[in-house]
């Protein structure tokens, strides 16, 4: 005949499955977040890429023309798919006269900079 100790258990005690719990539910609360903040990403790419697609029309204007542009700020709208952009032109000297600098920034129309982009241009 064999004796059994009762003192000996089985299994898991109340506070190992809470510990394991509040572990699972932290480790699920994070992937959530991750998952919104790449949600939110993946909503703002397809207006990042046409305000990027503006801007570069509104760059390669100003090389087509051959002339150094103008200092100043020059303001144009972009549509471009169902997206329409503000883009706006800050032309600067720069320390060589035959360049200027040109801060090309599309505006949503919240009138928030979605894209900004810095580049140079100069005579032909």
């Given at each position: 005949m064999q004796i059994v100790d009762l003192k000996k258990q089985f299994g898991f005690t109340l506070?190992?499955?809470?510990?394991?719990?509040?572990?699972?539910?932290?480790?699920?609360?994070?992937?959530?977040?991750?998952?919104?903040?790449?949600?939110?990403?993946?909503?703002?790419?397809?207006?990042a890429v046409t305000a990027q697609a503006c801007i570069d029309n509104a760059l390669a204007a100003i090389r087509l023309t051959g002339k150094r542009p103008a200092a100043g700020e020059q303001r144009s709208t972009c549509t471009q798919g169902r997206h329409t952009f503000a883009v706006v032109l800050h032309v600067m000297p720069t320390p060589n006269p035959a360049l200027m600098r040109i801060e090309a920034r599309a505006l949503n129309a919240d009138g928030h900079a979605t894209v900004q982009i810095v580049s140079l241009a100069g005579d032909g």
């Open positions: 506070i190992e499955i809470l510990v394991a719990l509040a572990i699972i539910a932290v480790a699920l609360g994070g992937g959530l977040r991750a998952l919104g903040q790449l949600t939110q990403s993946a909503e703002r790419l397809p207006q």
